[in-house]
T-cell receptor, first 118, second 112 residues
Framework: EAQVTQNPRYLITVTGKKLTVTCSQN?????MSWYRQDPGLGLRQIYY???????DKGDVPEGYKVSRKEKRNFPLILESPSPNQTSLYFC?????????????????FGPGTRLTVL | DAKTTQPPSMDCAEGRAANLPCNHS???????VYWYRQIHSQGPQYIIH?????ETNEMASLIITEDRKSSTLILPHATLRDTAVYYC?????????????WGAGTKLIIKP
């Protein structure tokens, strides 16, 4: 089954304790992205990756790191989490990130990771 | 900043067509309009997208006005499972890529 998986689904941690949220897709997609969603708001992009070893900042990258060593995996790293990073996090992937002026590929989203930083 | 404006909530009777409006008056000529929905707090699900012409797929229809300043998503025969938050999104150019600008969405409640 084609899917995007995230782990863990729920995480409660304390300020300053490094954590990693994993994301994996089995669709051979080039493009992957991380978003956060806060109550009553739409999604905001944290980081994205156009392909292996190619990553770039989104709208809200502060306090986050990513890596793309393999095509299927795109982990999100919080080196020193703070309470303002308490949020619902989504990983997404699509076939490619750009198609010139024409259509942008449909993004497939993971089930989400609910993170609480105390 | 979000480039779209949607009503915060709407109701629709089961079996009827659900028409969800979206205003995107500042949209540029090559910026696409996308619709996604999110059921509870699950990962968003793609519905449809378009640029100028009306579009239809197995899930919905997208009607874009001629001036492209607004659009309407139509779910032709709404079911209880269509209860979700629907996001009207504009795709903008962002560095060497494109980015979806998400607003707050419309909470659609389908009533029996």
């Amino acid at each position: 089954e084609a899917q995007v998986t995230q782990n863990p689904r729920y995480l409660i941690t304390v300020t300053g304790k490094k954590l990693t949220v994993t994301c994996s897709q089995n669709m051979n997609h080039e493009y992957m992205s991380w978003y956060r969603q806060d109550p009553g708001l739409g999604l905001r992009q944290i980081y994205y990756s156009m392909n292996v070893e190619v990553t770039d900042k989104g709208d809200v990258p502060e306090g986050y790191k990513v890596s793309r060593k393999e095509k299927r995996n795109f982990p999100l790293i919080l080196e020193s989490p703070s309470p303002n990073q308490t949020s619902l996090y989504f990983c997404a992937s699509s076939l490619s990130g750009t198609s010139g002026v024409s259509s942008y590929n449909e993004q497939f989203f993971g089930p989400g990771t609910r993170l609480t930083v105390l | 900043d979000a480039k779209t404006t949607q009503p915060p909530s709407m109701d629709c009777a089961e079996g009827r067509a659900a028409n969800l409006p979206c205003n995107h008056s500042t949209i540029s000529g090559n910026e696409y309009v996308y619709w996604y929905r999110q059921i509870h707090s699950q990962g968003p699900q793609y519905i449809i997208h378009g640029l100028k012409n009306n579009e239809t797929n197995e899930m919905a229809s997208l009607i874009i006005t001629e001036d492209r300043k607004s659009s309407t998503l139509i779910l032709p025969h709404a079911t209880l499972r269509d209860t979700a938050v629907y996001y009207c999104i504009v795709r903008v150019r962002f560095r060497s890529n494109y980015q979806l600008i998400w607003g707050a969405g419309t909470k659609l409640i389908i009533k029996p």
